[in-house]
């Protein structure tokens, strides 16, 4: 019998401001990685780093459909989302 995991997806605040969108199954390792050096290459030496939120969404599949959603925001609508920490994504995003 397997385990399903479950997905969060993630928003990591750079020391320049930036929001970085990712998925994963562990979001403090994933953010202690990324702290590390060794997450996303997109965020290496952009730190120090802050997790500005995340969501648990379930599947990875879920996951990485709304990791996409969440990416074509721009930066005031990522902020919005950010401030307002709603409850579900999906409402939030207008499914």
């Known amino acids: 019998m397997s385990t399903l995991s479950l997905w969060h997806l993630y928003l990591v605040r750079t020391a320049s401001g930036a929001l970085y969108t990712g998925i994963t199954t562990d979001v403090t390792r994933r953010v202690e990685q990324h702290q590390a050096g060794t997450g996303a290459k997109a965020l290496r030496g952009k730190g120090p780093l802050q997790l500005a939120f995340s969501w ?10 709304m990791e996409y959603r969440i990416k074509q925001l721009n930066k005031k609508q990522k902020e919005r989302l950010v401030t307002e920490k709603p409850a579900s994504l999906e ?4 499914h």
């Open 56 to 65: 648990q969404i379930g599947e990875r599949g879920q996951a990485l459909k």
């Open 91 to 94: 409402i939030w995003l207008g």
